[in-house]
T-cell receptor, first 112, second 115 residues
Framework: GESVGLHLPTLSVQEGDNSIINCAYS??????FIWYKQESGKGPQFIID?????DKRQGQRVTVLLNKTVKHLSLQIAATQPGDSAVYFC???????????FGIGTKLQVIP | NAGVMQNPRHLVRRRGQEARLRCSPM?????VYWYRQLPEEGLKFMVY????????ESGMPKERFSAEFPKEGPSILRIQQVVRGDSAAYFC?????????????FGQGTRLTVV
């Protein structure tokens, strides 16, 4: 069935290193993807998005890569900081509105 | 401009009681979405509403659950005769318009505990 899933449930990274969080999706018709950050006790916070007609999009310290051939999405965080510690969700937007399908999430732990 | 406001933040109900969760969207936003999150899981879409209209309720259980977004006031997610399995965090998001690329802003959530 259709799903959005993550490869690693937990990722530990040394402060200052780069982080890479991966995501696989199964619906080849998906055309819009979003990364969210969720800190403990808070709601998801939009980080960056990418449309299926793009391979790469950069933001401030973050880069999202989309590989449609293998249905893979990744979020790269440069110079990871303690404040980046959170659960990161990739999400898929279909239906022309914000009916977003979330994956399970990857917990990023930054080691000072 | 205040963000999406949800209340209460924490709600405890006994089995069989009713739970009412409120969501005030950001100013100027007329689209509201409700999601449910179980521990250690992602958010699951429940329902999408515009003012006075339910657009998509495909993720909402057919029984005991209802949602509304009246012309005036907050959106309400109502759970009747709660059971232990309803314990979860319920998040509301709002956006100014529909369509891809329209960023939705999430509230802090209501954590429902059924005892």
């Amino acid at each position: 069935g259709e799903s959005v899933g993550l490869h690693l449930p937990t990722l530990s990274v040394q402060e200052g290193d780069n982080s890479i969080i991966n995501c696989a999706y199964s619906n080849s018709a998906s055309d819009y993807f979003i990364w969210y950050k969720q800190e403990s006790g808070k709601g998801p916070q939009f980080i960056i998005d990418i449309r299926s007609n793009m391979d790469k999009r950069q933001g401030q310290r973050v880069t999202v890569l989309l590989n449609k051939t293998v249905k893979h999405l990744s979020l790269q965080i440069a110079a990871t900081q303690p404040g980046d510690s959170a659960v990161y969700f990739c999400a898929e937007n279909r239906g022309g509105y914000q009916k977003v399908t979330f994956g399970i999430g990857t917990k990023l732990q930054v080691i000072p | 401009n205040a963000g999406v406001m949800q209340n209460p933040r924490h709600l405890v109900r006994r089995r069989g009681q009713e739970a009412r969760l409120r969501c005030s969207p950001m100013k100027g936003h007329s689209h509201v979405y409700w999601y449910r999150q179980l521990p250690e899981e992602g958010l699951k879409f429940m329902v999408y509403l515009q003012k006075e209209n339910i657009i998509d309720e495909s993720g909402m259980p057919k029984e005991r659950f209802s949602a509304e977004f009246p012309k005036e006031g907050p959106s309400i997610l109502r759970i009747q005769q709660v059971v232990r399995g309803d314990s979860a965090a319920y998040f509301c998001a709002s956006s100014p318009e529909q369509g891809m690329g329209t960023e939705a802003f999430f509230g802090q959530g209501t954590r429902l505990t059924v005892v």
